[in-house]
Every structure is written in structure tokens, then in C-alpha cells.
């Protein structure tokens, strides 16, 4: 089992940053490749970004490409979503997932593992 407890969102205004956080515990030690996923109200939740168990593999969607950035400490069992230039349709609940294995998929079915979500409102 894996817990993962998300972190950072609030309230910025269009064209700010900010950084999440997802914490991992459990069953750390199993190689996972972790993501960030994003709901917003009314919508389904889809993928933003992955990224594998070494760094070396990342992905994103195209709509936050070149504005966002993940990351990951091992150390810490930490993952970082770093959002710049944030824009409006930005605005969404973001979960961490936790998916095993080495090459990523943006299926939302191949993650076993998801935090409970950390609100992200982007003001315009």
C-alpha cells in the first residue's frame, strides 16, 4: 500500500506560480511511477504529468507543457509540481497517483494509488 498526501494549491492570480507537493508513504521501496491528474468542476479528470521512479521519463499534456514542471526527491518520497504562468482554465482539484512500474501511461486506470486532492484556483 501507498498513501499519498497532496499539498501547496490555494488561490493565485493569472500569470502566477505554484508549487504542489505529494508525499508518499507505505510501500515506497516498489517501483512506482507517480502523476498528477486534474479535475475541474463539471468535467471529467485527465492527465497533466508523469514522471518515472529514476526522473529520467517524464511526461505532460499538451495544455501545460513548457509551463509546468515535475519533479521528484526520492530521498523524500516527494513529487513536485512546479506551475508557472498559470491561466484560468487551470482552475481544478489536482490529485497525486501512484502507478507501478517503469514506462508511463496516461491512463488514469493504471494508477492503484491516489491522494485525496488539493484545490487550485487560478483568478483572472
Known amino acids: 500500500q501507498v498513501q499519498l498526501v497532496e499539498s501547496g494549491g490555494g488561490l493565485v492570480q493569472a500569470g502566477g506560480s505554484l508549487r504542489l507537493s505529494c508525499a508518499a508513504s507505505?510501500?515506497?521501496?516498489?517501483?512506482?511511477?507517480m502523476g498528477w491528474f486534474r479535475q475541474a468542476s463539471g468535467k471529467e479528470r485527465e492527465f497533466v504529468t508523469a514522471i518515472s521512479r529514476s526522473s529520467g521519463y517524464t511526461r505532460y499534456a499538451d495544455s501545460v507543457l513548457g509551463r509546468f514542471t515535475i519533479s521528484r526527491d526520492s530521498a523524500k518520497n516527494t513529487v513536485y509540481l512546479q506551475m508557472n504562468s498559470l491561466k484560468p482554465e487551470d482552475t481544478a482539484v489536482y490529485y497525486c497517483a501512484a502507478a507501478p512500474g517503469v514506462y508511463i501511461s496516461t491512463v488514469q486506470s493504471q494508477f492503484d494509488y491516489w491522494g485525496q486532492g488539493t484545490s487550485v484556483t487560478v483568478s483572472s
Open positions: 507505505g510501500r515506497t521501496d516498489i517501483n512506482y511511477y
